[in-house]
């Protein structure tokens, strides 16, 4: 299958869950492609591109997450032939939480389990004002204040002039996205986070329970809003722990 949506760095033909990452604002496939060769060998990496980023960088972004849902669902449902995992990272959890549920509703198996990196939960407004439609230089200091992206990239204009669509997109969609259904999925939920992001209090990871039947697995750490770039040997780690808990429960209920 080829699919412009997923980039697979390491096809696992035999792989007994798929990993779906998806990306945080104005990102794209480049964090998780470096993780695939450390994955466990039980899984493959789907490394989720949206459109106006990297390969797909001259294709318009959306600016809606309803829109960005209803094109995403049928290029993922192919590869729900096996059990799956998805992560996401900052808007990528949010992203990833309305996709389960599009997925859900159409029929399609819940994924094993659900990570939520470095966010929080969906069911309000975001706290604080909208920058998505800050005139440019506001706007860019504002998402500045996120960190994740060097001096280099800002001080490159024509570099920043390509991903502003994207960034612009993707804050609209965190400015504007909500979620209020309860206790709606039956699957395991983990929330990574760091005590040192500012965004991200680590008091409130638990609130991702509310959409949750099982009680969220709460993992902390080092590093600020963009651990999983600065930590990525860590979160790694940790992952491959889930994924390898995943395989065997798996398992155990194929041999009973």
Known sequence: MSNHWLVQPRKRHDAEIRV???????????????????????AEMNAIQLPGRGS????????????????????????LDR?????GHSLGSRVGLELIYQLKIRGNP?????IASGSLPPSKKLHRSSISDLPREEFLTQVRK??????????????????????????SIADTYKFNRRKLFNCSISVFGSNKDNNVPMSRLSEWGQYFKSIPEIYQFPGKHF?????????????????EKDIRNIKEKQFF
């Open 146 to 171: 996120f960190g994740g992206m060097t001096d280099d990239i800002f001080n490159n204009k024509e570099l920043i002039s390509l991903l502003l669509p994207a960034l612009r997109a993707d804050f």
């Open 20 to 42: 779906f990452c998806l990306p945080y604002a104005g990102g794209g496939v480049g964090t998780y492609i470096g993780w695939a060769k450390e994955l466990s060998l039980g």
């Open 110 to 114: 819940e994924p094993l389990r659900f």
């Open 227 to 243: 651990f999983i770039e600065t930590h990525a040997d860590i979160v790694l780690n940790q992952l491959n722990i889930l994924i």
């Open 83 to 87: 059990p799956y995992i998805i992560f």
């Open 56 to 79: 797909r960088i001259f294709e318009p972004p959306f600016t809606t997450m309803e829109a960005l849902i209803e094109e995403m669902v049928p290029e993922i449902e192919p590869y």
